[in-house]
């Protein structure tokens, strides 16, 4: 059987533990290798490979903390990646550096 990958976040004030909804499109949990950075008070899940089919994907789920719900962003522009770098300027932008296209070629591009 598949044990799939999950996201559990802390919460230091109460010390309590909790187990996040999985993505919309995932069920069986996070895209192998994903990137992940904190934008505001959300946190945007992009990439990474379907853990069922290995494809190497460009989509971008957020997660609004204030809301508790997942919702779907525009896919990575450039096409697929993998092994990429990513940041956020804390407030809406996301910055993706290098990676890896399809046929494992590595980006040089920002």
Do not use: Q
């Not at 802390?10 to 290798?33: A, I, Q, R, V, Y």
């Amino acid at each position: 059987m598949f044990r799939c990958t999950r996201l559990i976040v802390f919460e230091p004030e109460t010390g309590s533990w909790s187990e996040m909804p999985c993505l919309p499109e995932f069920e069986n949990g996070l895209s192998l290798f994903c990137g992940m950075v904190a934008v505001g008070s959300d946190l945007v899940v992009m990439g990474g490979y379907d853990p069922r089919t290995w494809d190497c994907l460009n989509s971008v789920f957020i997660f609004d903390f204030l809301s508790s719900k997942w919702r779907r962003g525009a896919d990575m522009p450039g096409g697929p990646r993998s092994f990429f770098g990513c940041a956020s300027d804390g407030d809406r932008t996301v910055f993706v550096a290098g990676g890896h296209d399809l046929e494992k070629n590595a980006f040089k591009s920002v």
